[in-house]
């Protein structure tokens, strides 16, 4: 049987199996977060997390929603800082 390691960090060593269901939660919290908020458009926005740290990627429409964005990513349990990559794109 074959087992397919890919990109998965944890397999390559470089955090824990805490660390990895720890980020994803994050990821998740983060993700629903936009998704629950009017003012954002969560299938613009792409959300990755290492180690608590957030990024964020993609587009947003104004300004507001790009800050908007960064303060829900901020108020998501367990984050420990948001590096904000969106792109405004009207």
């Known amino acids: 049987m074959t ?6 960090s944890v397999l390559q ?11 994803k939660t994050i990821t998740a919290s983060v993700k629903s977060s936009l998704v629950g908020d009017k003012s954002t458009s ?3 926005i792409d ?4 180690e608590g740290n ?11 929603e790009k800050s908007q964005a960064e303060t829900l990513a901020r108020g998501s349990k367990g984050v420990k800082s948001v590096r904000n990559l969106l792109v ?3």
């Open 3 to 8: 087992l397919a390691t890919g990109g998965c």
């Open 54 to 64: 957030v990024i964020l990627s993609g587009f947003a429409k104004t300004a507001a």
């Open 13 to 23: 060593g470089q955090q824990s199996v805490g660390t990895y269901i720890d980020d």
């Open 47 to 50: 959300v990755d997390t290492q």
């Open 42 to 44: 969560a299938m613009a």
């Open 88 to 90: 405004v794109r009207p």
